[in-house]
């Protein structure tokens, strides 16, 4: 064992707490902006005069442009270092909500919005924690990733209601500007601490018995090894299923929840600081709710897993238009909470299931794919729930449909087919 081994097992943290730290801190970065453009589609629009339309189709070109990024993110990853790839990832971030300052015209918003937030954002997606939690841990894997998901919430959580009081106080520009910095300071943090695998410092991946070898860079280019994990499994009934009902789930989270939960609340004469506190406290229980679910992935079958979770989502949101009105009551609450304990638990049993089924080497660009899915669903909702909202003048058919797609995702997860361990120690 090296010295470096032995400072990180046995006198102090091992090192991939300090790489898990780091990650979790870029993820809440990631998700800060994204988590913010529910709160700002009203100031926007009473600041430029633009329409729904306009401003929830920039939010659908972000969540598309963030989901496709993921699987070729992941390559990137492969191919040139974690490392990198964040770095750069983040200072876009930066600059991209940074420059909404300064901007006039729709074009600009679906431009910095769309492409650069989206690319951003979208190369520090679950994907990314994905691949740190397969190289870094081997205990407690599942719970890892589950930290790692439910750190998007964290970041709902720290940036939701900021930048709401901040988008209906100072204005809209001071809650960007509280992105911008963000991201931009931990740049050098994400230099300085992570690092691509456990051999660059001459240690093992956490629970690991003996060194796993750093593995070789692909020979071919980040776009042909995502593009060909795509192709090698458009047989595969697993991955359309996995692919299937990650769409849904995007549908009914990211795009319908997260983007028009707070002007739906306000349809019905809510304030948009008491939504914003609302979908921020999600964030809380959803922290807890992945938490558990990682656990509960080293320990059950995440097909049932999986059923479970989107069966009673779909319950859930039926009940939504019947729930909504100008103050916080007891139902309002309940549906908060059990929606925030399910909102990403997802996550651990699908990364699961990538691993089992495709394998450690090609799991973080196959989950690329499901999750590209997964925000391409969201993109396609909030487009879909900003188009209903415009033609019947309220939600209510957005609500309905997103729990009916939740209810067929329960039951197309109990045709995943049984492979490998079902549950990982």
Not at 131 to 157: E, I, Y
Not at 370 to 396: I, K, L, P
């Amino acid at each position: 064992m090296t010295a470096t081994q032995e400072t990180g097992t046995r006198r102090g943290i091992h090192p991939a707490w300090w790489v898990a730290a780091v990650t979790m801190a870029s993820l809440m970065a990631a998700a800060g902006f994204r988590s913010s453009t529910g709160a700002l589609l009203v100031p926007l629009e009473e600041d430029f005069g633009w329409s729904r339309a306009t401003t929830s189709g920039a939010v659908s070109l972000n969540l598309i442009v963030y989901g496709l990024t993921a699987p070729f993110a992941a390559a990137l990853m492969e191919r040139f270092g974690v490392r990198r790839v964040v770095a750069a990832s983040l200072a876009l971030v930066a600059v991209g909500s940074g420059l909404t300052l300064v901007m006039t015209s729709p074009w600009q918003l679906w431009l910095l919005w769309g492409f650069a937030i989206g690319i951003g954002t979208g190369s520090l997606a679950l994907v990314f924690g994905a691949v740190v939690a397969n190289r870094w841990f081997v205990k407690h894997r599942g719970v890892v990733v589950g930290v790692f998901s439910a750190a998007s919430s964290t970041g709902q959580l720290v940036f939701l209601p900021a930048i709401a009081n901040l988008a209906e106080g100072p204005g809209w520009r001071w809650a960007a500007a509280l992105t911008t910095a963000f991201s931009a300071v931990l740049v050098p943090f994400v230099w300085w601490l992570l690092r691509d695998h456990p051999s660059d410092i001459g240690t093992t991946a956490y629970g690991a018995p003996t060194p796993l070898p750093r593995p070789a860079p692909p020979t071919r280019s980040a776009a042909r090894v995502a593009l060909d994990a795509l192709r090698e499994n458009t047989g595969n009934r697993t991955f359309w299923i996995l692919f299937g009902t990650s769409w849904i789930c995007g549908w009914s989270t990211n795009g319908l929840i997260g983007t028009h939960f707070i002007p739906a609340a306000h349809d019905h004469g809510m304030p948009a600081s008491t939504s914003a506190g609302l979908l921020a406290l999600i964030g809380v229980f959803d922290i807890v709710g992945t938490i558990a679910s990682g656990w509960l992935t080293d320990r059950v079958d995440s097909r049932y897993l999986l059923c479970g979770y989107y069966f009673f989502r779909g319950l859930s949101l039926l009940g939504v238009p019947w729930l909504l009105g100008p103050h916080v009551h007891p139902s309002l609450f309940l549906f908060i909470l059990f929606y925030g304990l399910d909102w990403v638990a997802t996550v651990p049993p699908t990364v699961a299931l990538c691993r089992q089924h495709f394998g450690i080497e090609k799991a973080s660009v196959v989950f690329g794919w499901v999750f590209a899915a997964h925000m391409v669903g969201a993109g396609v909702a909030a487009s879909f729930a900003g188009w209903v909202r415009e033609w019947r003048g309220d939600y209510f058919g957005a609500w309905l449909t997103a729990g009916a797609l939740c209810l067929l995702a329960a039951l197309a997860c109990l045709m995943i087919p049984r492979r490998g361990v079902t549950a990982e120690a």
